[in-house]
């Protein structure tokens, strides 16, 4: 993998960057609630500025349908890349068309600009090769060189990720070089007793994950919306939880798999349930309540690990050498539902062991309930990628930058 460092001893004066970022921070009300993943880019942003290049940040934002959505625009992101870099941003309404082409076209040498969220185009996210390719020809048009530096997308076979840098010069940033060093460390040589905590809201995602991580692991912990498909596959009620009704198969066989294999895999035993998801906005008090995880009332969802879990997983973290954490454990959002997200970082800061957090908003949660971030081994951000990387799968964004 060619790095920013070679892209830089070759020179880049005038020549027209563009640097695939993850800039998809969680927004409350259109405010950036965490910029942890801004401040990361930055190094690359500046170096490639500071060395006289055009830059151009690229980025997706949320989950939009392949259109615009104003309530999805980086416009906020590129607000606050500028602040952060001491310098203004200039900011195009549009991926590929003339709003796009005119930034670039006005910028001067050591300046920057952001175009819009990559996902208002149907061609970035397109299972159709050829559409893909289509939106990356019309990407590359816009550039000289590639930079991929957004490490928690690399695990999505998109245009912007995969088939861009195909088309151009390409090279790695150095938050993808920094990310893919620590968790290659995890790869190679982990200590034990090796602990994953799962939790969030991408379940689907991450529930196929476990397969593998079932071979790596000595102990898995489960919270977060994903848990419920496992209490449901054990049988129990689980109310209006979130729920991977197809994946339950899946699910028995990683409960009859770990018992098997000596893997440690613990759900729940408590949770804290409500008839209605909390107002994130207002924060109005939710006055959820406790119950047994095998007692979930069938019109009530699960929002968070009750409190005798959050002592049974604190225990569980106590011995490790090694964790890894992805997905909060609740809507930690919420104060009411944050209580099982802030046990599992206290003990990750209590705990002797090499601890790594992943994740957007696993990342954002650490620092919103006011942890230390140097209490922690490594905070990626990437949760996906991250995981999928400790599969030991080959991720497109990272196998697009080594041919
Ligand atoms: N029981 C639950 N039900 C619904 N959402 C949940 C639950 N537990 C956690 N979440 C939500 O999961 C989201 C984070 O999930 P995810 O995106 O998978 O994590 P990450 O970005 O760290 O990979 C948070 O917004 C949180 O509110
Ligand atoms: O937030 C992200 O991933 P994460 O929640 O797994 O950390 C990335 O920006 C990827 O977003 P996506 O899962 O919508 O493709």
Known sequence: MKTIDELLSEGVDNKRVF????????LADGLITDDGRIRAVLPTVKALADAGAKVIVAS?????KGAPDLAFSLLPAAERLAELLGAPVAF??????PAAHDAVDGLQPGQVAVIE???FNPGETAKDDTERGEFADRLAALADVYVGD????????????YDLPARLPHYAGYLIATEV???KKLTEDVRRPYVVALGGAKVSDKLAVIDRLLDK???LLIGGGMAYTFLKAKGYEVGISLLQEDQIPAVTEYIERAEKNGVELLLPVDVLVSAEFPDLKTKAPANPTVVAADAIPADQEGLDIGPETRKLYASKLADAATVFWNGPMGVFEHPDYAEGTKAVAQALVESPAFTVVGGGDSAAAVRILGFDESAFGHISTGGGASLEYLEG???PGLAALED
């Open 117 to 119: 969220n990559l996902r």
């Open 181 to 183: 060093g620590v968790l």
């Open 19 to 26: 640097v695939r970022a993850d800039l998809n921070c969680p």
């Open 92 to 97: 195009a309404q549009d991926t590929v068309g």
């Open 60 to 64: 997706h934002l949320g989950r939009p």
């Open 150 to 161: 957004g490490f928690g997308a690399v695990h999505r076979k998109h245009a912007s990720v």
């Open 393 to 395: 799968k080959t991720l």
């Open 217 to 219: 692991a000595d102990r």
